[in-house]
Each structure stands twice: as C-alpha cells, then as structure tokens.
C-alpha cells in the first residue's frame, strides 16, 4: 500500500511541475507579444507625429486664399493639427515614461519628443 502511495504523490508532483513549466512557457510568450506590440506602438506613434509635422508644413506653405481653405481657414487647420500633434507628443512621452514601456522601444527613437514649433522647420 505504501509503495501505490509513493507512486501517486510522484504523479502529482509531475503533474505539478508540468502544469508551472507550462504557465511559464505561456507567460513567456505573452511577455514577448507585450513587448512586440509595444514596441510597433513607440514606432507608429513616432512615425505619425513625423506625418503630421510635415502635413502642418505642407499646409502652412499654401496661401490664406487658396480654395482649400473655403470651409475651414488656414489658421483652423493649422491649430487643429498643432493639438493633434501635442496629443500625439504627449502621448510618447508618457509612455516614454513608463519602464515596463520604455524597455521595449527600439534604441532608435529618441526618449522623449519636444513639443516644437514645426512652422519655423518649413521655412
């Protein structure tokens, strides 16, 4: 009886091992897709605030009368793509901020973005 006894108490200890070698190996892999998805989050938020830097010089180049500007004024555009671009820059930053973010973005990017007055760059 002893010796059925022993067998059970080492199937369970197997069993136990298995089961937190496979927790591991899950959490694993969910701790490296975090990182993935958080390391294409820093590039794209990088990329759009580049997009909407130069959209502003794009816009801030064309003339006051052009017919673009019918429904929304220059100026309109101009500040509503100056908010969009703070929300942006403000938003890398923050994450920035984090460690269990900034760990994951790539060594490329810089630490944190200025808010900036991107009309003085399209001159």
Do not use: H
């Not at 959490?27 to 820093?42: A, K, N, P």
């Not at 010089?57 to 793509?81: G, P, R, T």
């Not at 938003?91 to 990017?109: C, G, M, P, T």
């Amino acid at each position: 009886m002893a010796e059925g006894k022993k067998v059970f108490l080492w199937v369970i200890a197997v069993l136990f091992i298995l089961s937190g070698i496979s927790w591991f190996l899950s959490r694993t892999v969910q701790t490296v897709d975090t990182g993935l998805v958080r390391y294409q989050e820093f590039q794209e938020i990088y990329n759009t605030t580049l997009q909407i830097d130069q959209n502003y010089c794009n816009l801030f180049v064309i003339e006051e009368d052009d017919k673009m500007f019918k429904d929304f004024s220059k100026s309109q555009q101009l500040l509503a793509l100056r908010n969009s671009l703070n929300r942006w820059i403000g938003e890398y930053n923050a994450k920035s901020a984090l460690i269990n973010f900034n760990v994951w973005k790539s060594k490329e990017l810089p630490r944190q973005l200025n808010v900036k007055q991107p009309q003085y760059d399209c001159l």
